[in-house]
C-alpha cells in the first residue's frame, strides 16, 4: 500500500534543505505549490484597498508558504516524518509548518 504525505511548510527558507534531505530518506519525487493560508487571506479579501494598502505599508508582508505532496511506500511513513520534523527543527514549534498523511487505494502515472 502506498500513502500520499502532505506538508504545508511555512519557513519556506527551508525548502531546500528539506528536499534535499527528504531524497536521502527514500522520495523520489513530488509537487510543490505555492500556497497561502486561509485566514490571511480572508483578512486581505475583507478590507477596503484603502485599509488593505496602508496595512501593507505598516506591517511586514505576511510570509506565504509552499505546499508539497509525494507518494510514498507504507514503510517509509516513520522515516518521511522523521526526516520533516529533524530538517524544520520541530513541527511542534510554532509557524512551522504542518504535515500529514493519507493512504492511497489507487495511483496511476507513478514511475514504480
Known sequence: ??????????????????????????????????????????????????????????EQARPDSKTMFFIIKDEQVDLVFETIDKALGGLENHNTGVAFAMPITRVEGVVK
Open 1 to 58: 500500500m502506498m500513502q500520499v504525505v502532505f506538508v504545508v511548510l511555512h519557513k519556506t527558507e527551508l525548502l531546500q534543505d528539506l528536499l534535499t534531505k527528504l531524497k536521502k530518506a527514500g522520495v523520489s519525487g513530488g509537487t510543490i505549490i505555492d500556497s497561502q493560508g486561509m485566514i490571511s487571506y480572508i483578512q486581505e479579501s475583507d478590507e477596503s484597498y484603502i485599509l488593505g494598502s496602508l496595512r501593507l505599508f505598516l
